[in-house]
């Protein structure tokens, strides 16, 4: 009888475009009251808070000793709201209106890590768009067809320290070859290889399963662009993968493929004093 009553039956789709429409509309509903809220006045010890300079209460203290000024005037009482658009100065410096934003993403495949890119389809930055109103960055660089962690922010001078030359914390890859490595090959690359100018010697090498030899974790410091990559190409392995698993201290679990979050204070806190390896 149940089938009887269901033949002839085409599936409703409708249902979930209207589903999927609803979506849409509520996440751009919640990013409009977002960017409504982040217009309005807010206490200048909030204010301090947002921009990165210290705890509100540090703040207190900063306004109470005239350490801060509001459209040229220095402001010593507490309580007092300001603007987005006010002129708000600490020791004399200008203060960014933006809160700071920290975002964890897990990247997927195809997708370009760049803010905008007219010769590309999709980039990490339409992942993120409606996570918050302030504008974000990548740190970094992960090539389009590789995955894996990538942290976005608005904070310029982390970026300057986790981008720098001399920045020298260690980076892991999951990697996924197009045949097996070979013991003599694993050597090679455990003990350092020149490539063209550089000797690239990474910190650790090993088979992630030993049943597997095609599939292997390598741990290096070094930022230069493509370097796992071109490790194994120097040796005639092709990458079909190229996972990022480890990346300042941060990993990606419990963050599937395609999804973001918000690092938590203590995570921001671990990157601000580099308390990583």
């Known amino acids: 009888m149940e089938r009887e009553n269901n033949r002839g039956k085409r599936p409703n789709f409708s249902n979930k475009k209207s589903s999927l429409k609803s979506k849409e509309e509520k996440d751009k ?6 960017i409504s809220k982040w217009n309005e ?20 203290e ?10 040229g005037e220095i402001v010593r009482e507490l309580g007092v709201k300001v603007s ?23 990247k997927p495949k195809d997708f370009v890590t760049t803010v905008k890119d007219k010769h590309a389809d999709k980039t ?9 109103p302030e ?28 981008t720098h030359p001399s920045y020298n914390k260690k980076k892991i890859y999951h990697v996924h070859l197009d045949k097996d490595l070979t013991k003599g090959d694993m050597l090679k690359i455990s003990e350092g290889l020149q490539l063209d100018e550089d000797f690239i010697q ?11 030899k095609t599939q292997v974790g390598i741990e290096i410091h070094s930022g230069q662009n493509r370097i796992v990559r071109r490790i194994f190409e120097s040796l005639d392995y092709k990458i079909k993968k190229l996972d990022r698993v480890y990346f300042a201290g941060l990993t990606k679990k419990n963050l599937p493929r395609g999804k973001w979050r918000f690092l938590t204070p203590q ?8 308390s990583f390896k």
């Open 135 to 162: 504008r974000v960055y990548p740190v970094g660089r992960l090539d389009k067809n590789t995955t894996g962690i990538l942290l976005l922010t608005n904070d310029g001078e982390l970026t300057k320290q986790l």
């Open 267 to 274: 995570e921001i806190s671990i990157l601000k004093r580099k």
């Open 202 to 212: 990474p910190d650790t090498i090993s088979y992630v399963d030993e049943e597997d």
């Open 124 to 132: 990490v930055i339409d992942l993120v768009k409606n996570a918050c």
């Open 29 to 34: 509903k919640e990013l409009k009251i977002k």
């Open 84 to 106: 987005p658009k006010d002129d708000i100065r600490y020791k004399g410096k200008k203060l960014s209106r933006e809160r700071l934003v920290y975002i964890l993403l897990n």
């Open 62 to 71: 900063l306004i109470k000793a005239g350490a801060v000024s509001v459209n």
């Open 41 to 60: 006045p807010l206490r200048l010890n909030k204010y301090l808070s947002n921009s990165g300079v210290c705890s509100r209460r540090e703040a207190d």
